[in-house]
């Protein structure tokens, strides 16, 4: 699906920061509505639906675990 999107967790990327993960979530929304950018009328459920995939993202990289390689 969306192939602009870059895994970020390690060992994938180190450095993760908060504007990566807004990123990622933005062309998420983007992708699944179809909208570059919303119309007036839809811009406040476009934002925030960016801002939950944004922390729902942030909260998944915080509670993974990566094993290291077999």
Same mark, same amino acid.
């Given at each position: 699906?969306? +192939?602009? #999107?870059?895994?970020? !967790?390690? %060992?994938?990327?180190?450095?993760?920061?908060?504007? *990566?993960?807004?990123?990622?979530?933005?062309?998420?929304? +983007?992708? #699944?509505?179809?909208? !570059?950018? %919303?119309?007036?009328?839809?811009?406040?459920?476009? *934002?925030?639906?960016?801002?939950?995939?944004?922390?729902?993202?942030?909260?998944?990289?915080?509670?993974?675990?990566?094993?290291?390689?077999?």
């Amino acid at each position: 699906m969306c +192939r602009s #999107i870059k895994t970020l !967790r390690p %060992p994938f990327t180190e450095s993760v920061t908060e504007e *990566d993960v807004r990123a990622a979530a933005l062309q998420y929304v +983007r992708k #699944i509505s179809g909208f !570059r950018a %919303p119309a007036a009328h839809n811009a406040e459920a476009f *934002d925030r639906a960016v801002e939950t995939i944004t922390r729902a993202s942030e909260e998944l990289l915080g509670a993974l675990q990566v094993r290291g390689s077999r």
